[in-house]
């Protein structure tokens, strides 16, 4: 649907979406699915009627002027009814509708933000607009909105003598209908004014007609078939082995390859614990997702097996829906870019230190090496121990249990052999040394890490994040530490392949740090670090660590016209466009002007997505970002590599997430800038 426009009156869809947010959390409590769809397509209707476009008796719904509104919300609809030329009743026209309730649904929050009543959050999450929460006030007309409508509203139920009027019954049978009454009241009064909220929902006949066709449609929906879906194409294996490009473990350009031949949805031939296993791909799946994903997928079915292994019930990447929102909001801070910003000179310190240990001359697998470098600066900045000394066995430990609990490629007794027992001992090590250095004597004058936030959460409220959920946090750290140290090997081995490049990041490097200058965050500044940042972008677009996630479908969805049933394993790989040719100019050449404002091929909506897709992408994203300049800029900057042997051709290891293979080694050829 096109960019709404605030110069419409709002809608019964708008009112709706408002009445429906949480005012504490400012998360938007919606139950996707066939209810809420069809109260979303009757709000249409309705507005139609209130337009006078169409008229309903509780026989049949009635085109009455077909003249386009104007309004990108009802005129699809109105269009559709016009072109149908047949009289059908009311119940038809809602599960009619309802094939178009994403999309009304994104319109809605679309001209909400518009509105500046609501604020749009990376990760797919609507809030209520900040500058409505934080003073406290609606300060444009507009914004009383919100409390105008829930204030009318609860005039209606709460006072007996209080006559609604039209549009106001209207909403009250639909909020009634999506049983939207339960979020805006206690029980108790619920209970209560029910008779009155029955009374009033059937007062309007539009909103009765409405109602009653959305409560028909729940209970026995009868023009489902009407909303013609496809059945997903399966895979054989022969089809998998095809693409050569498994072989050499680039995921997203298979999946690519199987995205031009196969579609965007195709069931793979195998089941993953015991469930129907359906990939995804494409930039219009990639969008699908980022819209509508938190009210159809679920992550914790995926992940909560691998949470046991760490004692813990709930984690970040295992949350859904308020709780996830809520989380997430508290952390967002401690992974930013500016809480690593005002931590420069130590990561700076830190980096060096880990590169004054190669000398001229000396080689050394690449991959292993530079995670091992980023893990020492992760440890020190993130939780503020240095578990350099057993960070192998921790991550071996969880790898284990990555492949045991998540994929299932390994029996799960196998996360609990002697050496896995002993590894996991090293996890509650790694814990009791965080908690015990992160007291507050411990922590006094020292820059708060993400530790101290997370610590900081459990302190304040123990039971949204209790001690037995503390662990998992600590080792994701470590674990996200081995997704950069992957991402700068293939970073750096892009950048020394190609010597007009290498000459350029170096010029860089040197504006920052030649003639022993010590730079400050206010120093990488765009322009600064430019060829830099296009460096790291593209290679996270040509070789993206993490290039696919898993999914469960908790509420069936239709997804480019294909009916996804409930507990089908959803395997999204966002980044399959990556090597699109229509998205990406020769996507096979490494082209960093692509970036470049006047290409900008990574802006198309649903092309680049290395920080994945959705309420789940990466908190830690702008951090990267800073960590990883900062990396890149210091190794031009320090010493010379070269990729050993000469004639390597890079190999990947796609498992658990990509990395180049063993075989790639630098060499250092020259020390430039002794440390
Ligand atoms: C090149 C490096 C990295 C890449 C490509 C990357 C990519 C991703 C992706 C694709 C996800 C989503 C996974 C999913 O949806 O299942 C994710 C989640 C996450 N990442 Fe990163 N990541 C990187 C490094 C980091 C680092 C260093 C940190 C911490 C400092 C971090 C913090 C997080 C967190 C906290 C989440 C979970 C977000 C949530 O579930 O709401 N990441 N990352």
């Known amino acids: 649907m096109e960019s709404t426009s605030v110069q419409f009156p709002i809608r019964l869809a708008e009112e709706l979406i408002l009445l429906m947010l949480d005012e504490q959390s400012g998360y938007l409590e919606m139950v996707p699915g066939w209810d809420f769809s069809c109260v979303m397509a009757g709000a249409v209707l309705a507005d139609l009627a209130l337009e006078d476009r169409i008229d309903t008796d509780l026989k049949a719904l009635y085109l009455v002027d077909s003249g386009p509104t104007g309004d990108n919300l009802l005129d699809p609809t109105l269009k559709e009814i016009a072109e149908s030329g ?6 038809y026209w809602i599960e009619r509708n309802t094939g178009r309730s994403d999309e009304i649904v994104t319109a809605t929050l679309d001209r909400l933000v518009e509105r500046k009543i609501l604020d749009y959050e990376s990760g797919g999450f609507w809030g209520l607009s900040r500058s409505v929460s934080r003073s406290g006030a609606y300060p444009a007309s507009d914004m009383k909105v919100r409390q105008e409508a829930r204030t009318r509203i609860l005039n209606v139920i709460l006072n007996d003598d209080s006559i609604p009027d039209p549009s106001d019954a209207i909403l009250i049978a639909l909020m009634h209908t999506c049983g939207g009454f339960k979020l805006l009241l206690e029980p108790e009064d619920y209970e209560d004014r029910l008779e009155r909220i029955e009374l009033v929902a059937k007062l309007d006949l539009i909103g009765r007609t409405v109602a009653t066709a959305v409560r028909d449609s ?12 496809k059945s997903i194409p399966k895979l054989r294996f022969i089809d998998i082995l095809r693409q050569r490009d498994f072989l050499s473990g680039n995921i997203p350009k298979a999946m690519y390859g199987i995205f031009r031949n196969h579609g965007p949805i195709v069931e793979l031939p195998f089941k993953m614990r015991k469930s129907r296993v359906v990939a995804l791909m494409g930039p219009e799946i990639n969008q699908w997702v980022n819209k509508h994903g938190r009210f159809y997928l679920r992550s914790k079915d995926y992940i909560k097996d691998l949470e046991s292994a760490f004692g813990a019930s709930r984690t970040l990447p295992g949350m859904d829906g308020a709780e996830h929102y809520r989380m997430r909001k508290e952390l967002k801070g ?10 420069l000179p130590e990561l700076i310190h830190h980096c060096r230190k880990s590169l004054s240990r190669w000398s001229e001359g000396d080689a050394f697998p690449a991959t292993s090496e530079f995670q091992n470098h980023i893990s020492s600066q992760i440890s020190h900045l993130v939780i503020g121990v240095d578990c350099a000394h057993y960070v192998d066995e921790l991550l071996e430990y969880e790898h284990r249990a990555l492949v045991t609990q998540v994929q299932g490629a390994l ?6 052999t002697p050496k896995m027992k002993r590894y996991g001992k090293r996890v509650w090590e790694l814990h009791e040394s965080i908690v015990r250095s992160h007291t507050p004597g411990q922590r006094k004058g020292k820059p708060q890490d993400i530790a101290d936030a997370i610590l900081g959460l459990h302190k304040s409220d123990p039971q949204f994040l209790p001690e037995t959920d503390l662990t998992f946090p600590f080792v994701a750290a470590m674990v996200a530490s081995i997704y950069l140290g992957s991402g700068l090997a293939f970073t750096v081995y892009s950048m020394i392949r190609d010597p007009d490049l290498h000459e350029k990041i170096r010029k860089e490097a040197e504006a920052l740090f030649g003639n022993g200058r010590e730079p400050g965050p206010e120093d990488f500044t765009h322009d600064a670090i430019d060829a830099t940042a296009r460096l790291y972008m593209e290679s996270l677009r040509v070789h993206p660590v993490i290039p696919w996630q898993l999914r469960m479908v908790m509420n069936e969805c239709i997804v480019n016209g294909y009916q996804i049933p409930v507990k089908t394993m959803l395997l999204i790989c966002q980044t399959a466009p990556h090597y699109s040719k229509e998205l990406f100019k020769d996507p096979l050449e490494f082209d960093i002007d692509r970036y470049l404002p006047e290409r900008s091929e990574h802006t198309t909506p649903g092309a680049y997505a290395p920080y994945g897709l959705g309420t789940h992408m990466c908190l830690g994203s702008r951090w990267v970002e800073l960590q990883m300049a900062v990396n890149v800029l210091l190794i031009a900057y320090h ?3 070269e990729v050993a042997p000469a004639d390597y051709k890079l190999g990947i290891n796609p498992f658990p997430t990509s990395a180049p293979n063993k075989k790639l080694k630098f060499r250092v050829a020259q020390v430039t800038n002794p440390i």
């Open 218 to 229: 729940t209970v026995t929906p009868r023009t489902r078939p009407v909303l013609r879906t």
């Open 639 to 641: 010493l010379k590599l």
């Open 334 to 343: 401690a992974y930013s870019r500016s809480a690593l910003a005002n931590r």
């Open 86 to 91: 047949e009289t059908r009743d009311t119940q």
């Open 411 to 416: 029996p799960k007794f196998m996360l609990r």
